[in-house]
């Protein structure tokens, strides 16, 4: 059985795959109000009261999705650790501090379970695309992004404590996993921060430059107090791949000012929320191509915290 935990509007998406897949699953939330919005959206009802009040009825649980707040993904998830699941598919960031990454790797490791976090972006149909053509061009000679965030917006959102001070592990990482998993793994980085914000003090601007262990160049840059947007650029020898917005590929070719937009089958990322029904696919059969390993996303964290002045 498939158990999805949680029932916001993340939960929301993950059960409109498992019907698009015809995958029977049992849903639990906390409030009564999200469990009947929840009902409203997709036509199941959620049991309600969490999974600890879950657990002691039924036990036959092959496969938990958690898509529960930030502040409760470690909580989740190590209930369920305790209580024999072995298969997990975490939402971003798993845990909100790099500590609670690295107890929650600890605990998979001692149980003998597989942990993965929900990067939906890495099956977007433009990043397969853009992989395809890169491995075709011979490879990444470099790449850049960007990771600016819009800090007015940011600022009115109601958070639990704690989520905004680590908001790069909460919402940034979603550019910088892409930007890794496209361009390569930094073997070596330089990383520089400035100024702070009242909900996020450890800095606002960032900046740094490195290489990849396949020897690809990277630099990267954001200013959280000045406009702009998450994009990623890729090189290789013969093209550059420009994700801006990240689920639209653009393409422009080696001798030419032309950027053009790549004809690319999108039916499932318009059919579901981008990315997320081919990493359900992927996570269900246990095809680990493409899916983000808690094991890797912890050494990725490690990254990111130094990104952020997070240490």
Same mark, same amino acid.
């Given at each position: ?44 009802? $959620? ?13 036959? !649980? ?9 502040? =409760? ?31 929650? @790797?600890?605990?998979? @490791?001692? @149980?003998? /379970?597989? !942990?993965? !976090?929900?990067?939906?972006?890495? &099956? ?5 695309? /853009? ?5 075709? %061009? ?6 850049? *992004? ?21 908001? *790069? ?16 793994? $930094? ?16 800095? #606002?601007? &960032? ?8 020897? #690809?160049? &990277? ?6 107090? #000045?406009?702009?947007?998450? #994009? ?19 393409? =422009? ?15 499932? %990322?318009? %059919? ?6 081919? @990493?359900?696919?992927? &996570?269900?059969?246990? %095809? ?24």
């Amino acid at each position: 059985m498939i158990l999805l935990v949680g029932a916001g509007p993340m939960a929301v998406q993950y059960a409109k795959v498992l019907q698009g897949m015809e995958k029977p699953f049992v849903v639990v939330g906390r409030s009564q109000q999200s469990a009947g919005d929840f009902n409203a959206s997709v036509g199941v009802q $959620p049991l309600v009261g969490g999974v600890e009040a879950f657990f002691p009825s039924i036990h036959s !649980i092959t496969h938990a999705i958690v898509a529960v707040s930030v502040e =409760q993904l470690e909580h989740t998830s190590t209930y369920l650790l305790e209580n024999g699941v072995k298969h997990l598919l975490v939402e971003k960031p798993g845990g909100m501090t790099l500590e609670a990454i690295e107890r929650l @790797q600890a605990l998979a @490791q001692a @149980q003998g /379970a597989s !942990i993965y !976090i929900a990067y939906n972006r890495r &099956f977007l149909a433009s990043v397969i695309k /853009a992989r395809e053509l890169i491995e075709e %061009d011979g490879g990444v000679t470099s790449f850049n *992004f960007e990771i600016t965030e819009w800090s007015d917006t940011i600022q009115k959102i109601p958070k639990a404590e704690g989520v905004k001070e680590n908001w *790069f592990f909460a919402n940034t990482s979603h550019v910088t996993d892409l930007a890794f998993y496209l361009g390569g793994k $930094p073997r070596e980085i330089a990383t520089f921060t400035a100024g702070g914000l009242s909900w996020h003090r450890r800095a #606002a601007r &960032f900046a740094g430059a490195g290489e990849t262990e396949e020897g #690809a160049l &990277f630099s990267y840059s954001g200013d959280w107090e #000045a406009p702009g947007r998450w #994009a990623i650029e890729v090189l290789t020898l013969k093209r550059r791949f420009i994700f801006k917005p990240l689920e639209t590929l653009q393409v =422009q070719l080696i001798n030419s000012v032309a950027v053009e937009t790549l004809d690319i089958d999108v039916t499932l %990322d318009a %059919d579901y929320k981008p990315g997320l029904y081919l @990493q359900v696919k992927h &996570f269900l059969v246990s %095809d680990k191509s493409g899916l983000c390993s808690l094991e890797d996303h912890l050494e990725n964290s490690k990254l990111y915290a130094r990104i952020a002045a997070y240490v």
